[in-house]
Protein backbone atom coordinates (compact mmCIF):
# COMPACT_ATOMS: atom_id res chain seq x y z
CA UNK A 1 0.00 0.00 0.00
CA UNK A 2 1.35 3.48 -0.34
CA UNK A 3 3.15 5.38 2.10
CA UNK A 4 0.74 8.25 3.20
CA UNK A 5 3.61 10.20 2.66
CA UNK A 6 3.84 9.55 -1.35
CA UNK A 7 -0.32 10.46 -1.50
CA UNK A 8 1.22 14.27 -1.10
CA UNK A 9 3.85 14.64 -4.17
CA UNK A 10 4.41 17.96 -5.24
CA UNK A 11 1.91 18.63 -8.38
CA UNK A 12 -1.34 17.35 -5.37
CA UNK A 13 0.04 19.95 -3.40
CA UNK A 14 0.33 22.79 -6.16
CA UNK A 15 -3.01 21.81 -7.02
CA UNK A 16 -4.32 21.88 -3.82
CA UNK A 17 -2.52 25.37 -2.97
CA UNK A 18 -2.84 26.97 -6.38
CA UNK A 19 -6.25 25.28 -8.13
CA UNK A 20 -7.38 25.92 -11.56
CA UNK A 21 -10.73 27.45 -11.75
CA UNK A 22 -11.75 27.12 -8.17
CA UNK A 23 -14.70 29.31 -7.70
CA UNK A 24 -17.98 30.44 -9.15
CA UNK A 25 -19.07 30.44 -12.37
CA UNK A 26 -21.36 33.11 -13.70
CA UNK A 27 -22.41 32.06 -16.87
CA UNK A 28 -22.44 27.91 -16.52
CA UNK A 29 -24.69 26.29 -18.36
CA UNK A 30 -24.40 23.48 -16.63
CA UNK A 31 -23.51 22.40 -13.06
CA UNK A 32 -24.08 19.86 -10.33
CA UNK A 33 -22.73 19.21 -6.78
CA UNK A 34 -22.03 15.83 -4.64
CA UNK A 35 -20.96 15.23 -1.44
CA UNK A 36 -18.80 11.99 0.03
CA UNK A 37 -21.35 10.69 2.72
CA UNK A 38 -18.14 8.95 4.28
CA UNK A 39 -15.92 12.04 5.01
CA UNK A 40 -17.81 14.98 4.26
CA UNK A 41 -15.86 15.89 0.79
CA UNK A 42 -18.06 18.43 -0.98
CA UNK A 43 -17.75 19.12 -4.38
CA UNK A 44 -19.59 21.36 -6.97
CA UNK A 45 -18.97 21.61 -10.86
CA UNK A 46 -20.19 24.53 -13.05
CA UNK A 47 -19.91 24.09 -16.64
CA UNK A 48 -20.26 26.54 -19.90
CA UNK A 49 -20.85 24.25 -23.03
CA UNK A 50 -20.53 25.86 -26.14
CA UNK A 51 -23.29 25.41 -29.24
CA UNK A 52 -20.16 23.50 -30.48
CA UNK A 53 -20.18 21.12 -28.27
CA UNK A 54 -16.84 21.47 -26.64
CA UNK A 55 -16.55 22.68 -22.51
CA UNK A 56 -15.75 26.44 -22.79
CA UNK A 57 -15.17 27.61 -19.30
CA UNK A 58 -15.21 24.81 -16.18
CA UNK A 59 -14.89 25.66 -12.50
CA UNK A 60 -15.08 23.80 -9.77
CA UNK A 61 -15.08 24.85 -5.76
CA UNK A 62 -15.78 22.90 -2.41
CA UNK A 63 -14.32 21.98 0.54
CA UNK A 64 -12.54 19.07 1.79
CA UNK A 65 -9.34 16.95 2.03
CA UNK A 66 -6.04 17.49 -0.20
CA UNK A 67 -7.36 14.58 -2.19
CA UNK A 68 -10.62 16.09 -3.19
CA UNK A 69 -9.60 19.28 -4.03
CA UNK A 70 -6.57 18.67 -6.07
CA UNK A 71 -8.16 16.04 -7.96
CA UNK A 72 -11.07 18.19 -8.77
CA UNK A 73 -8.53 21.07 -9.89
CA UNK A 74 -6.51 18.07 -12.04
CA UNK A 75 -9.96 17.16 -13.98
CA UNK A 76 -10.86 20.83 -14.30
CA UNK A 77 -7.95 21.70 -16.35
CA UNK A 78 -7.80 18.56 -18.25
CA UNK A 79 -11.37 18.56 -19.33
CA UNK A 80 -11.16 22.51 -20.34
CA UNK A 81 -11.77 22.60 -24.16
CA UNK A 82 -12.75 18.76 -24.98
CA UNK A 83 -15.89 18.31 -26.47
CA UNK A 84 -18.77 17.06 -24.20
CA UNK A 85 -18.08 13.32 -25.71
CA UNK A 86 -14.86 13.24 -24.53
CA UNK A 87 -15.58 14.12 -21.09
CA UNK A 88 -18.01 11.54 -20.85
CA UNK A 89 -15.52 8.89 -21.87
CA UNK A 90 -12.81 10.27 -19.50
CA UNK A 91 -13.06 6.93 -17.10
CA UNK A 92 -12.59 6.75 -13.35
CA UNK A 93 -9.54 4.59 -13.76
CA UNK A 94 -8.19 7.68 -16.06
CA UNK A 95 -9.08 10.07 -13.33
CA UNK A 96 -7.03 7.80 -11.03
CA UNK A 97 -4.41 8.28 -13.63
CA UNK A 98 -4.07 11.81 -13.47
CA UNK A 99 -4.09 11.81 -9.94
CA UNK A 100 -0.98 9.75 -9.52
CA UNK A 101 -0.09 8.74 -6.30
CA UNK A 102 -2.14 4.80 -5.71
CA UNK A 103 -4.80 5.17 -3.66
CA UNK A 104 -6.94 2.89 -1.08
CA UNK A 105 -9.84 2.41 -1.49
CA UNK A 106 -11.71 4.67 0.79
CA UNK A 107 -9.48 7.46 -0.48
CA UNK A 108 -10.12 7.14 -4.16
CA UNK A 109 -13.61 7.65 -3.22
CA UNK A 110 -12.18 11.33 -2.53
CA UNK A 111 -10.56 11.13 -5.99
CA UNK A 112 -13.15 10.01 -7.87
CA UNK A 113 -15.81 12.28 -6.27
CA UNK A 114 -15.04 15.23 -8.25
CA UNK A 115 -14.97 13.17 -11.57
CA UNK A 116 -19.04 11.53 -10.60
CA UNK A 117 -20.03 15.03 -10.26
CA UNK A 118 -18.76 16.42 -13.68
CA UNK A 119 -20.25 13.29 -15.15
CA UNK A 120 -23.53 14.59 -13.55
CA UNK A 121 -23.24 18.15 -14.26
CA UNK A 122 -22.73 17.04 -18.09
CA UNK A 123 -26.37 15.82 -18.10
CA UNK A 124 -27.84 18.74 -15.71
CA UNK A 125 -28.34 21.89 -17.55
CA UNK A 126 -29.27 24.82 -15.62
CA UNK A 127 -33.32 25.85 -16.47
CA UNK A 128 -33.63 28.97 -18.33
CA UNK A 129 -36.37 30.65 -16.56
CA UNK A 130 -37.57 32.15 -20.19
CA UNK A 131 -37.63 28.44 -21.61
CA UNK A 132 -39.48 25.44 -19.37
CA UNK A 133 -39.10 23.02 -22.46
CA UNK A 134 -35.19 21.88 -21.46
CA UNK A 135 -35.52 19.57 -17.91
CA UNK A 136 -32.41 18.44 -17.01
CA UNK A 137 -31.90 14.51 -16.70
CA UNK A 138 -29.54 12.80 -13.76
CA UNK A 139 -27.04 11.06 -14.29
CA UNK A 140 -27.91 7.26 -14.00
CA UNK A 141 -24.18 5.60 -12.29
CA UNK A 142 -23.91 4.68 -8.83
CA UNK A 143 -24.09 6.87 -5.98
CA UNK A 144 -21.17 6.88 -3.33
CA UNK A 145 -23.17 5.11 -0.89
CA UNK A 146 -24.17 2.63 -3.43
CA UNK A 147 -20.42 1.37 -3.10
CA UNK A 148 -19.03 -1.33 -1.46
Given at each position: ????????????????????????????TH????????????????????????????????????IS????????????????????????????????????????????????????????????????????????????????
Open positions: MPNEQDIYEEHVLDHYEDPYHRGPLETAEDEGKNPLCGDLIQVSLRLGADGKIEEAWFDGEGCVQASASMLIEKLEGKTVEQAKEFSANEMLELFGPQLTPNRQKCCLLSWRVLQSALHSPINDPSDDSETGSQFGGPSLGEES
